[in-house]
């Protein structure tokens, strides 16, 4: 049997920070602890820019680097909804995507 989920994608930085730790840690807890999702995927990227349009890539000659990150999550369509209003006042406006997708096999 199928069913719709709603995938979420959330993008940050290394260097983004939350009220006591980074940001990622913050919202992993978030979603493990307070919401109890039954999953979620951290990317890092390898580079990327965002609207300052400064290109960041990992480079043996840099010693800090500020890498994009992902936080990738899906979940019924409701409990999406409340993980997305729970993390949007943690990130700038357009940081948080979503979209309809199906489950299969369940």
């Known amino acids: 049997m199928d069913d719709e989920v709603r995938v979420t994608r959330v ?8 009220k006591r730790h980074s940001l990622l840690k913050e919202m992993l807890a978030i ?13 890092r990227g390898v580079a990327g820019f965002g609207a300052s349009g400064e290109v960041h890539a990992a480079d043996l000659l840099r010693l800090t680097v500020d890498l994009p990150e992902v936080i990738e999550f899906f979940a019924d369509p409701d409990a999406a909804a409340t993980a997305i209003a729970r993390l949007a006042p943690l990130v700038p406006p357009g940081h948080i995507i979503s979209w309809p997708a199906t489950r299969h096999g369940q």
């Open 11 to 18: 993008y940050l930085s290394e260097k983004d920070h939350g």
């Open 31 to 43: 979603l493990h602890d307070e919401l109890t999702l039954p999953g979620a995927i951290v990317l």
